[in-house]
């Protein structure tokens, strides 16, 4: 039995479970279920736990350990000529048993691969027979427990919130390892970079050439890792995306929340969130194939040096792109201001526009500046759309018109085709990485308490 199998077998049997513990409750109350200590539905839950928590537990220390073991009898299996082979051959050896294994594999095959792989094929079958087997019999094991532990007394509700409460505190704990995790993976990478590069010459350089140099004679011949042009780059297409995203998104979250009618504002508000769901790659298309164009036609028009790749062009699709963010958070930080702030306006005699102006935007300036701070986060993460439309040149210039590059699009420039990850070059990715998690996680920081602050002083 495959494994979705077998998960899908283990949710019916957990289901039977719940159905089973139900049913033995209403037994037990004898018709009222005023005499059992919680409802009905608490005592199915703790047989459905009892049935598919200890089944999956098994499942997954099973997927631990079951490579590893049939790897290790595979390999005792071999031939000495190969089984006594370097560690990296016998990666590559399980590969191409597994390969075979699995009908993936071109050309002809050695026949003591093929012996092999067909034993893999034998244990991984002999696994998932003894698999099948412990599960059911662990899962009929905890429903037949939990049948007999159901009495009246019997605290259910008090054990299944407990359940729950664990699983809660286990998800919040895994988000948490899990930042904890990519936060250490980057900082260790980043670590061996500047053990080649001084970290003064990475924060404060002017050039950047992660290339590292075939002839004496080239610039950056030992490598430029200066990291300003890329940062300048990153701010400036930030700047210009926030200047379209901020007016377009405050204004159109105004007049969402106090001017347009109800009608209007179910139709025009999902239309304008539609941008949020739309692949940035396809803002890239927008960017590279029209607006790029126009910028360059009208600058040429104007008298202006206008590159084909600009940082203006990057900017102005970046703050099409952001305005639901700037619109949402806005209208929602609007509409939080209590209507008896309005209702005072009005009375002392205030217009709409007055109240707007010096009631509602000031009491909602807060959360609404944390809400644009989110946004800028948003703008400094993006790389598809700079790849494909602001270029990929270093260019240490505050000119929106000139062909820049930001530091998510050169990690991705870094570190596409096949890799090894002991060269500066490499590992300067990791390095960028850092800088963009510091920036963006600044940002947020700062974001998140002046929303705090403002709920603080406001309720």
Partial sequence: MEKSTFVFLVLLLTSAAFYWGRKRAFAIAGGSIRKLHSLPSYYGYYAALWCGVPTLLLLFLWLCFENSIITHLVISGLPNELSSESPERLNLLI?????????????????????????????????????????????????????????????????????????????????????????????????????????????????????????????????????????????????VAMVVAVPIGLLSAIYLSEYADTRFRSVAKPLLEILAGIPTVVYGFFA????????????????????????????????????????SLSDDFINAVPQSLRDGAYALGATQSETIRQVIIPAALPGIVGGILLAVSRAIGETMIVVMAAGLSANL?????????????????LLVGDQEFDSPKTLAAFALGLVLFSMTLALNIIALHIVRKYREQYE
């Fill in 288 to 327: 590279a194939l029209i607006v790029a164009p126009f910028v360059r036609d009208l600058g040429s028009s104007l008298g202006l040096e206008v590159s084909s790749e600009s940082a203006l062009a990057a900017g102005l699709v970046m703050g099409i792109m952001i305005i639901p963010f700037v619109s």
């Fill in 397 to 413: 210039t505050a000119n929106p018109l000139q062909a820049v590059t930001t530091v998510t699009t050169q990690i991705v420039t």
């Fill in 95 to 239: 590969n191409d048993i597994r390969n075979v294994a699995h009908n993936s594999a071109a050309g002809d095959v050695d026949p003591a691969i093929r012996k092999a792989a067909d034993q893999y094929l034998w244990l991984e079958q002999i696994s998932n027979l003894l698999l099948t087997g412990f599960g059911i019999c662990i899962a009929l094991a905890g429903a037949t427990f939990a049948h007999h532990r159901i009495t009246r007394e019997h605290r259910a509700r008090n054990q299944v919130e407990k359940a729950v409460t664990i699983f809660l505190i286990g998800c919040a704990t895994l988000a948490i390892f899990t930042t904890i995790g990519i936060v250490l993976s980057v900082l260790f990478e980043s670590i061996r970079f500047f053990q080649k590069v001084p970290v003064t010459e990475f924060l404060f350089g002017l050039h950047w050439s992660p290339q590292m140099a075939i002839r004496p004679d080239q610039v950056g011949s030992s490598g430029a890792f200066g990291t300003v042009p890329l940062i300048t780059g990153t701010l400036l297409i930030s700047a």
